[in-house]
């Protein structure tokens, strides 16, 4: 067990917060009845024999397993990280020397804390790809302990190391089977069964989409509500007590992994499918707040008894999986509309879709003073820009268009990306430096808040309509005929009240944005 006066000794204020987060490990050492062994979490106390922060070493089946967890504080990404990064490489060698003798899988993990909240250096990025040692910033953690509080810190420990580690833990029996129908539809055949809420909690993953994670483009989830999982959890322990569940929706939409079915001999859609009984083997697709709700739920007997139906497809693409999840949620109240955008921008196959790419894009470039918002919620705070505004206006105006063979305005065809980001990029990075001190006001500003862009990129496509007669004319597109139109407004007066006005509060629709466009550009002309 550990012991929390450990605590007190480690005098690095980030160590002690990864700390206190492990410890929620070891208070449920059965892991939501997940058969893994947690032998130990070790913190090393004498100086001289430091070989990393943290070890948690744990075995499944004839599988023994040591995370090695590395954590890192500094006050900017100016601060020595790749040293830092060297010291413990050098330190993982010698542990996986130590370990290789006994068949441990080592596993790695450097986490690094910029109190600035600049981004992991590159060069750091880089280097920790050849150490093999994954790099990652603090939202890890922050985002694992919110994870054991609103699931439970077994789940999350699965969720943790398939995410994080590459690790699907496995239970015993070594499959799971389930009578199932098996069904056509539109060219997708999907499988129909159940099981109980415990195993198919067990085997499911949800690829809920978050800043550390390496395959950020393809996920597609919402973050999980805790509040949402008690308040279905309160409602199903009641029901039960009456011996009936009334109106409860339970049906869970998934990807299955390596599934197998076996048809009936005289019936080819009935029969049996068989599933592999370890974590990921199910992902979902639709319904985890449903699914999830069964953590809060300690009665063991309604978790075993209780039967959810499942409707998966056998290994269905991500982009495909978050096509389905947009076409399920799109008209349900209550989705963030730039989640949508978000998930549109994966599938590539619409208007918007494109225009949130191009957009997104742009963002990882760090143009803008805080991230555009993604529809993720729990870690935007602080941010302002909304991509369903921003991709609204450059859908809505012609700027982009994937229904023309020919494209929108800024593209040379349907399928260009690179023209749009690059006139973009250029005209962006003009404003931020011409607009300077409109720029450095961010969201009260006009530059950089939302109306404030959406009436600049209707500037921009005024440009384009004077500039362009043919598509190769989008190629002069440069920073020396922006300065030709926004030139000419005093970088003083970059705000609404002064150039046409309208306070920019005041403006809030379609209308109002091209209405203030019509008479700034009156002004430009």
Aim: proline share 3%; aromatic share 10%.
């Amino acid at each position: 067990m550990l012991d929390k006066k450990k605590v007190k000794q480690i005098i690095e204020p980030f160590e002690k917060e990864v700390y206190e987060v492990l410890l929620k490990l070891d208070r449920n050492v059965e892991f939501f009845d997940v058969d893994v062994y947690f032998q130990r979490l070790h913190q090393f106390e004498s100086q001289a024999n430091v070989r990393s922060d943290f070890e948690i070493n744990f075995r499944n089946n004839d599988k023994e397993y040591l995370i090695v967890l590395e954590c890192k504080h500094h006050a900017d990404a100016s601060g020595n990280i790749m040293k830092d990064l060297e010291g413990f490489a050098s330190r993982l060698n010698k542990i996986r020397e130590e370990y290789r003798a006994s068949n441990f899988i080592v596993k790695p993990i450097f986490l690094v804390w910029i109190e600035s909240n600049e981004d992991i250096p590159p060069p750091v990025q880089r280097e920790a790809i050849k150490y093999e040692i994954p790099c990652y910033e603090r939202l890890l953690i922050d985002q694992f302990s919110e994870a054991m509080d609103a699931l439970s810190p077994g789940v999350a420990f699965l969720e943790f190391l398939h995410s994080y580690c590459g690790i699907d833990i496995s239970f015993e029996p070594a499959t799971l089977s389930f009578r199932c129908l098996k069904n056509q539809n539109f060219d997708r055949p999907t499988h129909t069964f159940s099981m109980p809420a415990k195993e198919l909690i067990r085997i499911s993953y949800v690829n809920r989409a978050n800043i550390n994670k390496r395959d950020l483009a393809e996920a597609y989830q919402r973050a999980v509500k805790e509040k949402r999982l008690g308040e279905i959890a309160n409602f199903v322990l009641e029901q039960s007590r009456k011996s009936k569940i009334e109106v409860f929706p339970n049906n869970i939409v998934a990807n299955m992994k390596d599934s197998k079915f076996i048809p009936d001999e005289n019936d080819l859609n009935n029969g049996t499918i068989e599933i592999p009984n370890r974590y990921g083997a199910l992902w979902i697709i639709d319904g985890q707040h449903r699914l999830y709700s069964f953590c809060k739920i300690k009665d063991e007997n309604v978790r075993n008894k209780y039967r959810f139906i499942v409707t998966a497809y056998p290994c269905i693409s991500l982009s495909d999986q978050a096509e389905i999840f947009y076409t399920i949620n799109d008209k349900q109240e209550g989705i963030n509309s730039d989640l949508i955008m978000f998930i549109q921008a994966q599938l590539l196959e619409k208007t918007k879709g494109y225009a949130a790419k191009i957009l997104l894009d742009i963002d990882k470039e760090n143009i803008f003073t805080k991230p555009i918002k993604k529809g993720f919620e729990e870690k935007e705070r602080g941010a302002w820009l909304k991509l369903s505004t921003l991709v609204n206006t450059l859908t809505e105006e012609g700027l982009i268009n994937y229904d023309k063979a020919s494209g929108g305005l800024l593209q040379k065809n349907r399928d260009d990306l690179e023209t749009p980001l690059s006139i973009m990029r250029t005209y962006l990075i003009y404003i931020q430096k011409h607009f300077r001190s409109s720029w450095d006001d961010g969201r009260k500003g006009f530059a950089q808040s939302n109306q404030g862009l959406a009436i600049l990129f209707l500037i921009l496509k005024k440009i384009l309509e004077t500039k362009t007669r043919t598509k190769e004319d989008l190629d002069d597109i440069d920073e020396d005929i922006i300065e030709d139109y926004l030139g000419t407004i005093d970088s003083r007066a970059l705000n609404t009240r002064k150039l046409i006005g309208k306070a920019l509060g005041d403006i809030r629709s379609k209308t109002d944005r091209r209405e203030a466009a019509r008479e700034l550009w009156e002004l430009i002309k």
